[in-house]
């Protein structure tokens, strides 16, 4: 049981679509069992116990360490194994929640099935309330995906590829349209037609696999906030298992992933739209600059703008300028006007970043060294 749990709970640390990944901090637990800290829609932290229910894969995606034709051990545990590893983890305290997914070792609905089936015995045999991210298969049933809804917290179906034509380079036996699309699709007309829906979706892109470019990526998560109301879309850069050249593949930077993210944030959380995202000829983000930065440069007529009468979506628009710090901004000017850009410092403001951006009451204020000068937007002040 220990072997397997070490190879399953390996497998599945590939999959960052509960925002937890082998770049997040991990938990120890038993001899090389890990615990992944997830971060939720609250911006609660949960431990997740992250696990496959099986490595047997009848599939060959280029992309997976698990692929039918990789030499790899494979295992599986049954529902009630799955069920009673983690109730154990949870009565020691170590988690609070489970992610499951699973290879494909038969078909996509019977492997669905028994994932379902450990989750049913967690729900209503072990009375188990708290977090559950399960991820639905790609090509099950309605009816396995209605179920799905039902038990989770949070379900995912990984586009993994943001085009049929990518998707065909790395995955061939996956449809995107029938086997993907479709079931997203029906996660949203299943919560659609709940008065209070307790569960919500995510999905994944493994970024630089098939070729694919930014512009395609950011076009389809644009597309999918949009039409299918995802609460996240997550971007894992493709690594060849211990860094080798894999399928004539090479490991994509992972400043690529991070851009992606930045691009992300700003459909999300900035009221950006895809068409406003700075990408070059050749559908890219740049690597080595912030593309919030590089909008900002590149629509002057935009600013300066005047910290004291500015709405706040135009204030997320400024660099340095976030959410929260955005909405302090606007909170201190009802108690009345900012006089100092030093002041925004502990609103969570990045000065260095904002202040070139910003007008105080008619005046620009720049840092010199230690001493602050103001001066009018192109004209020094006598």
């Not at 545990?77 to 489970?98: D, N, W, Y």
């Not at 895809?274 to 912030?290: M, N, R």
């Not at 919030?292 to 660099?319: D, T």
Request: hydrophobic residues 40%; glycine residues 8%; charged residues 30%.
């Amino acid at each position: 049981m220990e072997a397997r749990l070490n190879v399953l709970t390996e497998g599945a640390r590939y999959d960052l679509s509960c925002a937890c990944g082998p770049g997040e901090p991990r938990v120890r637990s038993g001899p090389e069992r890990w615990v992944y800290p997830a971060a939720l829609p609250s911006g609660k932290t949960v431990f997740l116990f992250k696990v496959l229910l099986s490595n047997a894969c009848s599939r060959d995606c280029l992309y997976c360490v698990n692929r039918r034709s990789n030499l790899v051990r494979r295992y599986s545990l049954t529902p009630e194994e799955l069920a009673r590893s983690f109730m154990e983890l949870l009565r020691q305290g170590v988690v609070s929640g489970l992610f499951l997914t699973s290879a494909i070792p038969d078909t996509p609905s019977r492997s669905m099935e028994r994932m379902l089936k450990a989750v049913e015995i967690l729900r209503l045999r072990s009375g188990f309330r708290g977090y559950i991210h399960l991820k639905i298969l790609p090509g099950v049933t309605r009816d396995l995906v209605e179920r799905a809804v039902a038990l989770a917290t949070r379900v995912s179906v990984n586009l993994e590829c943001p085009t049929a034509g990518t998707l065909a380079r790395v995955a061939g036996e996956k449809n995107l349209l029938e086997q993907i699309l479709r079931p997203i699709g029906w996660v949203k007309q299943i919560l659609d037609g709940k008065e209070r829906p307790r569960c919500d979706q995510t999905t994944q892109f493994v970024v630089g696999a098939a070729g694919e470019s930014d512009r395609q990526i950011l076009a389809r998560s644009s597309q999918l906030y949009r039409e299918a109301h995802l609460s996240r879309v997550y971007f894992s850069a493709f690594q060849p298992p211990d860094g080798k050249l894999w399928e004539g593949m090479r490991g994509t930077p992972l400043m690529r992933e991070h851009r992606l993210y930045q691009a992300d944030f700003l459909f999300r959380k900035y009221g950006f739209s895809f068409e406003e995202i700075p990408l070059s000829s050749e559908g890219e983000l740049s690597l080595s600059e912030d593309p919030k930065q590089i909008w900002a440069r590149m629509h002057p007529e935009q600013f300066p703008m005047e910290i004291n009468r500015a709405e706040k979506r135009e204030l997320l628009r400024v660099p340095g300028i976030g959410p929260l710090s955005a909405e302090r901004i606007v909170a201190a000017r009802r108690e009345g006007r900012l006089r100092r850009l030093e002041d925004l410092k502990g609103m969570g403001v990045l000065l260095k970043r904002a202040s070139p951006y910003l007008l105080l009451d008619g005046r620009r204020e720049r840092e010199e060294g230690k001493a602050l000068q103001l001066s009018l937007w192109g004209q020094e002040m006598p």
